[in-house]
């Protein structure tokens, strides 16, 4: 399987960004989407995550309100909205896959990885 990330870029603190992940050749039938980034000098964190179903979004303490997932699995493919952006929201964001039956905020049971994409939020 291969995961594909991409929509990062550069903005002012308070704009928004979309980023979208792409799922390919996929080869088991249903499987979670996170959302993860890592800062500078931080370890990865998850900050939201999506199950097969697409109900129950979770987020981490830090985004929500302002972070929103969302997927479409009849096109393999699933975004992270991003709103009200601050200055530390900046890391490299990452997709990533799970196929077992743990909870979704189960950041160490993603076992499928897609390269990072760079979000930088300029003050």
């Known amino acids: 399987v291969q995961l594909q990330a991409s929509g990062g870029g550069l903005v002012q603190a308070g704009g928004s960004l979309r980023l979208s992940c792409a799922v390919s050749?996929?080869?088991?039938?249903?499987?979670?989407m996170g959302w993860f980034r890592q800062a500078p000098g931080k370890g990865r964190e998850l900050v939201a995550a999506l199950p097969w179903r697409g109900d129950r979004p979770w987020y981490a303490g830090s985004v929500k309100g302002r972070f929103a997932v969302s997927r479409n699995n009849a096109k393999d493919t699933q975004w992270l909205q991003m709103n009200s952006l601050k200055p530390e929201d900046t890391a490299v964001y990452y997709c990533?896959?799970?196929?077992?039956?743990?909870?979704?905020?189960?950041?160490?049971?993603?076992?499928?990885w897609g390269q990072g994409t760079q979000v930088t939020v300029s003050s």
């Open positions: 050749r996929r080869t088991f039938l249903a499987y979670d």
């Open positions: 990533a896959a799970k196929t077992d039956s743990s909870p979704v905020y189960s950041a160490s049971n993603y076992d499928h």
